[in-house]
């Protein structure tokens, strides 16, 4: 025990700390600070081209800063590179299981830490930003710690990989391994900071906006070869967000150099052409250059100017991971003129020359690094791992759950007014939602009344391809309503920065078919943020999406209906109402729970007659894994959802001529579902269908009939019966689409069929 005290006392404080105790005197005005001062900011088309060849570039001469902040500096890349190397040790003697490295990257890594302020910007990094996290104050233990996969690692708690950084007292947000997808996301956290000034209401119950942050995001000059890069850039240069994009370009995308990925292989000169981005090119080994670069940069960010461009042209000394061989494809002279960079080689050399220290000087520094680096690995060797029970934690969230009595007003259900569609009533929901919550905002493709407001008492307005947003712009303003550029994935990341910095989106993506460019958004970053982070960070948004066919017309791209592929994600919610009473309750559960939701609207139900309701009160809630017995019967179960809801009902009532009693089940909520409902109905009845819109090959209802065989088989009088839509895409003839989709006719026949069994 007086072991790991005293390790913790070593790595509590380190040399980054320090130095932000230097640089960051929040209190003070500029000139009493000892951060050195930013030089101006030059013409947005800056021409301070780092060396293109690898030979080490002839340094610049710039203006030092003082002799404290120099070696504080010195400390944190030579700590960066060092636990690099412990860690490629310990992954040698199979103490860590997997290793990548921030070596090469160190100087503008370092530089963009001091001037940056932890917990009061914000931070999106990439793998290679180690030394960033340390100057932002992560310790030594604490970067360890992720490598062994201790419980106790702030990043992850043992869930991610080594290098995925997260620190939620830093502003570190929880990062994941797909390349670029973090991109997007610094925007909405951006685009937060924006919103929070343009609704004073928000920053009376959240109190971590402040009118100068800045939003630091960072990747390889391979990510740029993402399009969500682009998106990024796009939305934060039209909303002039104070986003500081850092290009680590060290040539090499694992193995695919530069020029390979970009054209001209230079990105900066690709990007500078946006309005409103300060585009500044460094040397990213030097210290000194980056540093200024990152002055600037952050200096326009603060001043509200726009986004920041920063392209670092930096090396990479190791391997992209223990997993690659870089000898494979590099030649050895490049490795070695590569070397002659290094930035904490360089940087140690400059401070022996000018004279901030000597060669017995920083050896000593090296030598105290050296041991607290022994130490912290040692350390984290001796913590403990994740208990094995923790594995199914925080999958949703632990303090708000949507399937309990706290949502359920059903019973004191009251209705008021004209009977409204599905849409006026979520429509309502949205209005009403609105108004007890200032958190929520609404964007998406076309779902505004008219962008340019000043026509906006000229023109009807839009309100959504199916009016279901109408005259909430005209309501709340352009402000909190908004319309999107036409890319799903920067709807959805833009919105998971925003949830994961209190707001509380409620976005649409126009047409289910078009959902797609967005999955990697949803299944890799939305659902898994809370769980991937140990519960230290969330995003719960709600994602509107019309969906489904019988439309008359809407063919292919207009009618797909694949629930499956988003209930089988574990951390994302999924609801799916028949009605407009109930889309109205479980919308309003949807957007005051805590976990993300995707809300399926299906467009052949928006404006039905069978399914209207009169208006409920404000808070009427139904909770998600609450089904319905739409229908009473004795025979048999249809256990359905969505538009087969009223088609399960047709044929229902048809079998009662012929005698036969048939309970209809509807699920409402998919993900998760009312098993229990469906027990007691198959104890009941003894025979059981499944009927939905999704394809009958690992459709939805292949889960449900497997589980009912599996563990209700002993009430079973005849095998599970599906009816569902045929293997195939949906046509756009309307005779083929009838025969595609499943009909009264073909619930009712399988009600026959079974009924005889």
């Not at 040399?15 to 900011?41: F, G, K, L, M, R």
């Not at 710039?62 to 636990?83: A, E, F, G, N």
């Not at 992209?320 to 494979?328: C, F, I, Q, R, V």
């Not at 999704?694 to 009912?708: C, H, N, P």
Request: contains cysteine; negative net charge.
């Amino acid at each position: 025990m007086k072991t790991d005290t005293k390790v913790l006392k070593l790595v509590r404080k380190t040399a980054s700390d320090e130095a932000h105790d230097a640089v960051h005197e929040d209190s003070q005005p500029a000139e009493e600070s000892s951060q050195p001062q930013p030089v101006p900011a030059p013409a947005l088309k800056q021409t301070n081209l780092a060396p293109q060849s690898a030979t080490a570039p002839k340094p610049a001469k710039h203006k030092l800063p003082d002799r404290k902040l120099l070696l504080q500096i010195y400390r944190t890349m030579y700590t960066s590179r060092r636990i690099d190397d412990k860690e490629i040790q310990l992954k040698g003697q199979n103490k860590i299981f997997f290793q990548i490295s921030g070596a090469g990257h160190e100087a503008v890594l370092v530089a963009a830490g001091t001037v940056l302020k932890p917990g009061y910007d914000w931070f999106y990094p990439y793998y290679r930003d180690r030394a960033l996290c340390l100057q932002l104050g992560m310790t030594p233990a604490e970067q360890l710690l992720s490598a062994v996969g201790a419980a106790d690692d702030p990043n992850s708690h043992g869930r991610q990989m080594p290098s995925h950084w997260g620190h939620k007292k830093l502003n570190i947000v929880s990062q994941s391994s797909p390349t670029g997808t973090q991109l997007l996301q610094a925007v909405g956290a951006a685009e937060a900071g924006y919103r929070a000034q343009l609704v004073p209401e928000i920053q009376k119950t959240i109190k971590t906006f402040h009118r100068d942050e800045v939003v630091y995001v960072s990747l390889g000059e391979g990510t740029s070869s993402e399009g969500e890069f682009w998106e990024a850039l796009n939305t934060a240069c039209n909303l002039k967000l104070p986003v500081l994009f850092l290009v680590e370009d060290n040539g090499y995308a694992i193995s695919v150099p530069v020029e390979v990925q970009t054209a001209g292989g230079d990105v900066s000169k690709l990007v500078e052409n946006f309005p409103s981005l300060y585009v500044q090119r460094c040397d990213g080994t030097d210290l000194l250059d980056s540093l200024e670069a990152m002055q600037r940069a952050v200096k326009y960010c603060r001043e509200r100017k726009g986004p920041a461009f920063v392209h670092a042209k930096v090396i990479r000394p190791y391997s992209h991971s223990l997993s690659d061989d870089e000898k494979l494809y590099r030649p050895d002279e490049e490795r070695a003129s590569d070397a002659e960079r290094d930035p904490v080689k360089r940087f140690g050399a400059l401070l022996i020359d000018e004279g901030i220290i000597d060669q017995q000087g920083l050896q000593k520094i090296k030598d105290e690094i050296d041991r607290e680096v022994t130490e912290a690995a040692d350390f984290a060797l001796a913590s403990s791992q994740p208990a094995p029970e923790t594995a199914t934690q925080y999958v949703f969230s632990p303090d708000v759950d949507p399937t309990t009595k706290e949502f359920d007003t059903e019973d004191r259900l009251e209705l008021s007014g004209n009977a409204g569609t599905m849409v006026d009533l979520i429509n309502r929901c949205l209005h009403t939602e609105m108004t007890r919550d200032p958190r929520i905002f609404v964007f998406g493709e076309d779902v505004a009344d008219c962008s340019r407001e000043r026509f906006l008492e000229t023109v009807k307005g839009k309100g959504g391809v199916f009016k279901v947003t109408a005259n909430l712009q005209r309501k709340f303003g352009g402000s909190r309503v908004y319309n999107s550029p036409l890319a799903e994935a920067n709807i959805v990341g833009r919105a998971i920065g925003m949830a994961t910095r209190g707001l509380k989106p409620v976005v649409e993506i126009q047409f289910f078919d078009y959902i797609w460019p967005a999955m990697h958004q949803i299944r890799n970053e939305l659902a898994l943020m809370r769980w991937r982070s140990g519960n230290d960070w969330k995003a719960p948004l709600v994602i509107r999406v019309p969906i489904g066919g019988y439309l008359k017309g809407g063919a292919v791209y207009h009618s797909q209906s694949g629930v499956s592929t988003f209930t089988q994600i574990p951390g994302l919610r999924v609801v799916y109402p028949s009605n407009a009473l109930d889309a109205n309750g479980l919308l309003r559960t949807a957007i005051r729970c805590d976990d993300p939701v995707l809300f399926l609207e299906h467009k052949h139900l928006y404006r039905q007659a069978y399914n209207k309701s009169q208006y409920p009160a404000d808070d009427f809630m139904i909770p998600f894994a609450k089904a319905k017995v739409v229908r009473e019967g004795k025979d048999m179960s249809i256990i359905t959802y969505g538009a087969l809801v009223q088609r399960s009902l047709v044929a229902a009532k048809q079998a009662e001529q012929e005698g036969i009693s048939v309970e209809v089940i509807d699920l409402r909520s998919l993900a998760p579902y009312d098993w229990n409902a469906i027990a007691d109905s198959v104890k009941k009845t003894n025979r059981v269908i499944v009927a939905h819109e999704d394809s009958q090959s690992f459709g939805y209802g292949a889960e449900l009939a497997a589980r009912i065989a599996g563990e209700l088989f002993e009430y079973l009088d005849a095998p599970v019966r599906r009816v569902c839509a045929l293997d195939t895409f949906v046509a756009y003839a309307p005779q083929l689409e009838d025969v595609i989709l499943p009909q009264v006719a073909d619930v009712a026949k399988a009600i026959g069929e079974l009924n005889k069994y």
